[in-house]
Every structure is written in C-alpha cells, then in structure tokens.
C-alpha cells in the first residue's frame, strides 16, 4: 500500500517536473500568459512558495480586470497575449561587440549628453570587459552597504535571502489587485531593486540602479521595493538620462516605498526612453505605478520626476500620509514633443493629524506632444489641520500641442488647507527674443528658457543628475523651435 | 442594481410616448422630442460610474418617481407669491405655479418695443419658426439623460426674444414656484438676444411648503455678436427639493454674457453650465456663490469652450459649507486648435465651517493653442485666524466675527451682482444662514 502510493506521488511529481523540463530546455517560452508561464518564471527563479500563490492570485485578478480608460492619452489596444513575459537572461554575445557597432544616432546623444566612454558601452548593451566588471563600482559599494546593514540587492535575490522582508512588506502599499498594469506586474514582474535601511541608518550614499547594471537586466516588469525602518534615510536614484537601448514596448513598472517613523525617502527618477519617431512609430508605453506610505510619525516621502522619454506616459507617483506629521512631496518635469502623449501627476492621501504635502509639476508641450497633468489632494476627517500646496505650470511650444490639467481636490476636514494653482502660457516671444538679440541661437535661447522654468523642480535632484537633467531638456525639445 | 428602485426610467418613457401620441405638434418638434425620447430611454439616469456623476448619486430622484402633472390638472390654488418678488425692480414678471404660466400673479407691463417677453408655450404658437431655428440647438451631442428628459416632455417656459438694437433697462423676473408634493417640474427657457441687444433675465426658483418635488430646468441663451445678456440663476429651493439645471449659452462675436449662479436651497442640486465661445471677441464670466448646510449636496459643472480665438473668459465660484454640507465644483476650460490667444481664468473658493462637510473641487484645463494665457485657482479652507483674532481683539463675540468673516467671503462674489434688490436679498438669506447658527459648531 505504501509502495503503491510512493510510485503514485513519484509519477504525479515527474509528470509536473517533465512538462517544466522541457521548456526550460527549450528556453524559449511561447509568447502569451497563462498560469503555466507564471508558474515557470517564479519556477526559473526559484521563488519560494508565497511568491508563487501571490503571482497566481495576482494573475487571476487580472484575468477579471479591463484596461483603464480614463487617461487623457490614445494608443492601439495593447495584445497581451503576444507579449513573451519571460525570456532567459540575456548572453553577453547578444549585444554588439564594440561601439562601432551601436547606432551612430544613439553614439551622438551620448556625446551630447557628455557621458563617459565606459558609460556609453554600459548603457548601450556592449558587453563588458571582465576585467572591469569584477573590480567595478559597484562591488566596493556594496562591501561599504553591507558594513551598515543596508540590504541593497536585484529583488530576486532578496526574494531568496530577505523572504520574511519581502513577504511582509510587498503589496503592502500596491495591493496586488490595485489596477491593471500594477496587477499585471504582480502576477509577471521580472526583477528590479530591493532596499532596506535599518534603524537610524543614514545610507551614506545615493543608491542607483546604475551601480547594479552589472547585474541582471530588470526587464519590461520591474518591481521596487524600499524600506526605511524608524529614522533611516536614503535616497534613490532610478533611470538615468542616457537613452536605454530596449527593445520592449509595454512597461508597467511597480515602486513601492515604506517609510516608517521619522524615516525618510528620496525617489529621484529621470526617464529618457525611446519615445518613437517623429510620426509617432513605435516608442515605449510607460504606465507605471509609484507609491509610497508614511507609516509613521514624521516620516518623509519626496518624489522627483523628470520625464523626457516614452511614447506614452501614465504615471501618478503617490504618497498615503498615514502618520501625524508626515511629509509627501512630489516634483515632476514632463517633456513632451513629437507625437509623445504623457498623462503624469500624484496622489496625496492625507490621513493622519498635520500631514503637508507639496506638489509642484512643470508641463512642457512642443510639436505635437499631449501633455497632461492629473492630480488628487484628499484630506480624510482624520488629517486635522492637513496643509497642501500645489502648483502646475505648463509651458506651450509651438501651436499643435496640447496642455491638460485634471486636478481632483477632495476635503473632510474644515482644518484642512488646500491650495491648487494652475498656469498654461505660451513660451515668452519676449524672453526668446532677448537671449536671441544677446547672441544665443534660438535652440540655446528655449533650452535656457525652459530650464528656468524648470528650476524648482531641477533643484530637488541630487546635483550630478541635475546637471545632466539639464542638458536632457535640451536634447528633448531640438527641433521644437525652428 | 440590488436596491428594488421603481423603474423610473422606464415610466417617464412611457409618460414620453403617450404625451407624444395626442400632441399635435409641428414637425420640427416632433423630430426633437422623438430623439430626446430615444435618448432618454438610451441613457436613462446618470451613473457614479460615469466620471462626470462621480460624486453626485441621483438615485434618490429615481428613488422617488417624481412624475410629471397631468397636462389637465385643475389650477393650482394661488398662493401668496408676494415675498419673493424683487422690491423696485419695474421689469417684466412672470410666474409660472408648478410649471404653469400663473396670468393673475404675472405682470408683462414695461416691455419695449423691439422685445418679446412671453411664455414658450405662447411663442410655439406665436413665433414657431423664431423656434425651430433656436430650442434645442445649443445643446451639446454628449448630454446626460436630464436634458433629454427635459426636452422629450418639455411644455412651457420662458421665451425672451429681443431684436437687434433693442435694449431693455428693465431686468426680467421670471419665478418658478413649486407647490406640488412629488411633481416633476420642467421648466424650459429660451433667451434670444440678436445683434447690438441688451437684456437681464432673472431666474429663480422657489417653494411654497415643504414637500419633496424634482425641477429639472433647462436654459438656452443665443447671445448674436455684439449683444450683452446678464443671466441669473437664483436657485432657493426648500431643503426636500431635488433641482437639476442646465444652462447652455452660445456666445457670438464681440458679445458678452455673464452668469450668476446663486444656490441657496434644494437638497441634491446638481447645475450644469456650458457656455461655446463660438466667435472672436466673445466674453463670458461666470460667478457662483453655493451655500450647503445640513445635508445639501451642491453640484455645480462648468464647461467653458473657447472655440474661437481672442475670447475671454472668468470663472469666479465660491462656495459656503457648514452642517453635513457637501458640495462639488468641476469646472473645466476647453481652448481648441487654432483659438489662440484665448484669455481664460478660473478661481474657486471653498469655506469648510464644520467637521462633517466635504467639498471636492475639480478645474480643468484642456489646451490645444499655444498662445493662450489660461490658469485656474482652487482653494479648500477655514477662516483666518489672524482675523479672527483682529475682530475678537475688537471685542467681537467668536460667533459674530465667525459670522462677519464668513459674510465677506460670500460677499465678494455678491460684490458682482450688479441687481441691487437681488444682492440684498441674497445678503439677507446669507445673514439669516448665519443667525441659525450653523457655522458656530464649527468651533466646537
């Protein structure tokens, strides 16, 4: 009897090992998602248990879920049944063997962008010398990390040496059922970053996915997480001005961050992704979810957004005040030019007694770009005396573009102070027409002119990317002005 | 739906057809009736889940089945309608008692030559081609289901037609007054001001008793180039009222229109305002002052459409809440390609005087022209402290410097009422507001 049902259970287990076998043999999964493919990515990852069921739960939400609607921007209904939601890492062969063979267009942005040689192979995708890789950056970095006790690794490793972390804190702020793309990523996301500070750990660095390039490639599905336990700090950096080589169309991205009492997060993102061609062909669809929690007294999320890139942009980084006296912040430039349609903004949920949040969006809209800003301020009955201030100023260049601004204001609590402002003005023939008369060249004259309008925002990036912020602008909006 | 709601819909459909089947109407009208019935029994009641319903439910008007009187329903008794008239105002009057024109308690003296001030129902006999060519035109393709019920069922109203040149020192009084418990009242209005014209049209809504009842009112307003009409909406309904209005404006070259809207009463009032910037130079401002307490919900959408350049536009609303108040303000500035230098700004306001009121403000810009100069304000907030402290410090009691600051923050949209006995007679509702005490718990 007990034989019997040993030969059964080994014949059950060897069925469901030889029908994986054989795909990860093949190591090309069929394009579409199913349950199957779920189960093989977590499967290829070696992910514990709970990921698995979450992934699973995720996906059967999503099957009961329909794409939103309401974002001010238009694009082709996205298949994503043709879509391959796992494709093994990448050999080095794959990429090209030196500069010269990376398109010569990408080479002149670089060069532009001031970039240095090792970057620019880092960033287009040449493979790395071994020799550089072993003795990057990035190793002696995370000795000096690790001596603090920050955890600063791809999220699959901390999914494998961080499970309690991981299991405690993901979802806990983008539940896996929070909308479509974030539930889309909940069931498939691929990697990403996983930070956590301890107590009273003041991280002594700006922590970049630009330090970690030499690991795995994040892919289409990147999942964030941070953690800053009680009085930490640390200060993030995603993206970087240089445009990506990348050959996915969709992104839908998660980030969530959790900050707990008097800890304090500093999201900066700058992103520059393919946005297509100047009749709108091809370019990345970016619809990403961002949030973070407050989730205790004094605590602190600043975000800072500077989005060039991106066909299409749908992205609203939000902060839920939850603890007395929390702080949310959000700074955002958004370019669009071309045929570039960009619906960006922030939430902020006040909940908790004296909770303020800032929110200050710069909108520039040149060619045929849409840019939209949309926005909520909501002030539950418990946020006594919640104070918001918001502004959002957009910037019009050229006369087929489009300026939107969509805010949502929603207050409980007659203690509550609540302020929404909103400009739309044509760029300055004045002010053009001055540098202009001062011998700038129209280019240089708008480039300058929009970096001043910029500059609140500009001045809340950590001082490298703000340079280089600048000089993106600039390259974002050539051929704006003829 | 899980709630056992009278197909409400469905019955006005039905009151639609059978209406429909006796009228003897002119073709014209009968071609617009037909397609606000299809449309009526397409879209039926707005939904939450439509984001222009987002937060008002108007599944209590369903709830209630308010239904339209019957066409020949006995006179109503004629009530003491004296109060509400406007004290030194010597223009045309007219009152309509549960939808029907009252000729005892109207007064169509003091009209000049050049204008005609008479009811719908008289102008579809007296001036149907003036008709044809103007009701329903002004209304947007994308109207919610309030608008054709409206229209499908619509039998009176008023009409205002002043010729070109004519100008008319007098204001219009038009009182809508409610007596009827559980009636649907649809009041339709049609403004015509042509070329060079000038004309002030009041109008208000009111109640005698306390009864629940439904208006759904609907204002058209042609303003020809060069024309100037000053548009009040004095909505001061009693506290079980249910009131849903539209008014839609079509504002040609180099006319101006401006509009108050004044919203004193009603239980869930829900007011939509479109006005189509549809010729160069037009002008249109737009001011409300709403003043929710108890359980009143306030809804007020605004929807400015610069479709042509050099026009201008301000929006200035503010609004009062105490009690369980709630009130909503969306309102939203659409400049289209080519209409540059499009002028447009918009500012709302919102008092919170009590722990259990919520106001929720929406402005919305839309551009596609660049050389625009546009830009919208919101603020949600309580009184100063600073001068509170300024007036105790004066030796003010708390309630009565609570009460004079409230005062002037209605005050400057009143400020804009240029109708004196109109003004004063807001100023005293608003005092009278005030001395129930409403706002006082606020400092509790």
Request: glycine share 6%.
């Amino acid at each position: 009897m007990e034989a019997s049902s040993r030969d059964i259970e080994t014949l059950v287990r060897r069925e469901y090992k030889a029908g994986f076998v054989t795909d990860v043999e093949s190591d090309a999964v069929p394009a579409g998602l199913s349950e199957d493919v779920i189960r093989l990515i977590s499967e290829k990852k070696r992910e514990p248990d709970f990921m698995l069921e979450w992934r699973l739960r995720a996906y059967r939400q999503w099957l009961t879920m329909r794409a939103p609607q309401w974002a001010h921007v238009h694009f082709a209904p996205i298949d994503f049944q043709s879509i391959v939601y796992y494709s093994a890492p990448k050999s080095r062969d794959d990429g090209p063997k030196s500069l010269a063979d990376v398109d010569p267009k990408l080479l002149e942005t670089y060069d532009k962008l001031g970039i240095p040689l090792r970057e620019r192979e880092l960033l287009a995708g040449v493979a790395i010398d071994a020799v550089f890789d072993s003795v990057s950056v990035a190793t002696t970095f995370k000795d000096k990390l690790a001596a603090l006790g920050i955890v600063f690794c791809p999220f699959s490793e901390a999914v494998q040496k961080h499970p309690d972390l991981v299991r405690k804190y993901l979802g806990s702020v983008v539940p896996y059922a929070d909308n479509f793309y974030a539930t889309l990523n909940s069931a498939v996301f691929s990697d990403g970053s996983f930070v956590y500070v301890p107590k009273g750990v003041r991280c002594p660095m700006e922590l970049s996915t630009y330090f970690r390039i030499n690991a795995s490639k994040t892919g289409q599905f990147e999942r964030t997480l941070i953690i800053a336990d009680e009085g930490a700090y640390v200060s993030y950096l995603e993206g970087c001005t240089a445009p990506m080589r990348d050959e996915n169309q969709l992104h839908a991205a998660v980030v969530e961050l959790i900050a707990l009492k008097d800890a304090q997060i500093k999201y900066s993102t700058v992103q520059n992704w393919y946005p297509g061609d100047e009749q709108g062909r091809g370019g990345i669809y970016n619809f990403v979810t961002k949030r973070g929690a407050c989730r205790g007294e004094n605590a602190k999320i600043s975000w800072t957004q500077v989005e060039t890139g991106s066909a299409i942009t749908w992205k609203y980084p939000s902060v839920i005040l939850e603890g007395d006296n929390s702080v949310g912040e959000f700074y955002s430039v958004a370019v669009t030019n071309n045929m570039q349609q960009a619906d960006t903004g922030t939430k902020m949920l006040h909940i908790g007694r004296n909770t303020r949040s800032t929110i200050i969006s710069k909108g520039i809209s040149s060619g045929r770009g849409q840019n939209t800003y949309r926005g909520q301020v909501k002030v539950l009955k418990s946020a006594e005396k919640a104070r918001n201030y918001t502004q959002c100023d957009s910037l019009l260049i050229g006369d087929r573009c489009g300026a939107h601004t969509f805010p949502y204001v929603e207050v409980r609590n007659p203690t509550a102070s609540v302020e929404h402002e909103a400009t739309t003005s044509k760029i300055s023939e004045d002010q053009l027409f001055y540098l202009q008369s001062r011998g700038l060249t129209a280019e240089d004259a708008v480039s300058m002119v929009v970096n001043g309008f910029c500059k609140t925002v500009f001045k809340e990036l950590p001082m490298e990317f703000a340079v280089e912020a600048q000089k993106l602008l600039g390259l974002s909006l050539e051929g704006a002005v003829g | 739906m899980s709630n056992p709601a009278p197909d409400t819909a469905a019955r006005y459909v039905q009151v639609m057809h059978e209406r429909h089947d006796v009228a003897r109407e002119a073709a014209w009208l009968r071609t617009l009736r037909e397609s606000a019935v299809a449309r009526f029994a397409d879209l039926g009641f707005p939904l939450q889940q439509d984001e222009d319903w987002k937060y008002t439910d108007v599944r209590p008007i369903e709830r209630a089945a308010f239904m339209p009187l019957p066409l020949d329903a006995a006179t109503p008794r004629i009530p003491d309608a004296s109060q509400f008239r406007l004290d030194g105002v010597s223009g045309p009057r007219l009152v309509f008692i549960d939808g029907r024109f009252s000729a005892p308690l109207s007064d169509l003296g003091g009209v000049p030559r050049g204008a005609t001030v008479t009811t719908l129902a008289d102008a579809l006999i007296s001036q149907p081609q003036v008709l044809a060519a103007h009701l329903g035109r002004y209304i947007p393709d994308d109207s919610h289901g309030f608008i054709a019920l409206n229209t499908a069922l619509l039998s009176d109203g008023t009409f205002v037609r002043i010729s070109a040149g004519t100008r008319m020192e007098q204001p219009i009084h038009v009182l809508y007054l409610a007596t009827a418990n559980g009636a649907l009242l649809l009041p339709r209005n049609l403004i015509i001001a042509e070329r060079d014209s000038q004309v002030t049209i009041v109008e208000h809504y009111a109640a005698v008793g306390e009864m629940a009842y439904f208006t759904n009112s609907l204002t058209e307003i042609f303003a020809a180039d060069n024309a100037t009409v000053e548009h009040y909406r004095v909505q001061d309904e009693n506290r079980t009222a249910f009131h849903v209005s539209g008014v839609h404006m079509q504002i040609n070259r180099s006319s101006r229109v401006t509009t108050h809207a004044l919203d004193l009463g009603g239980r869930l009032v829900r007011n939509d305002l479109r006005a189509v910037l549809a010729d160069s130079g037009g002008e249109c401002h737009l001011n409300g002052l709403y003043l929710a307490t108890d359980r009143q919900h306030i809804d007020n959408h605004t929807h400015i459409d610069h479709a042509q350049s050099h026009c201008t536009s301000r929006e200035f609303y503010r609004g009062v809440l105490s009690g369980r108040g709630r009130t909503v303000f969306r309102g939203r500035i659409i400049v289209r390609p080519g209409a540059q230098k499009s002028d447009a700004r918009q500012v709302n306001n919102n008092l919170l005087l009590s722990r259990d009121a919520e106001a929720d403000s929406q402005p919305q810009l839309e551009i596609y022209a660049d050389d625009v100069m546009c830009s919208h304000g919101a603020t949600v907030g309580q009184l100063d402290e600073n001068a509170l402290f300024y007036l105790r410090a004066r030796a003010l009691s708390d309630a009565d410097a609570r009460d004079l600051l409230t005062f002037a923050f209605a005050r400057e949209v009143l400020d804009r009422v240029r109708l004196a006995p109109l003004r004063a007679r807001v100023e005293l509702r608003l005092a009278a507001a005030m001395r129930r005490g409403a706002p006082r718990e606020a400092h509790a």
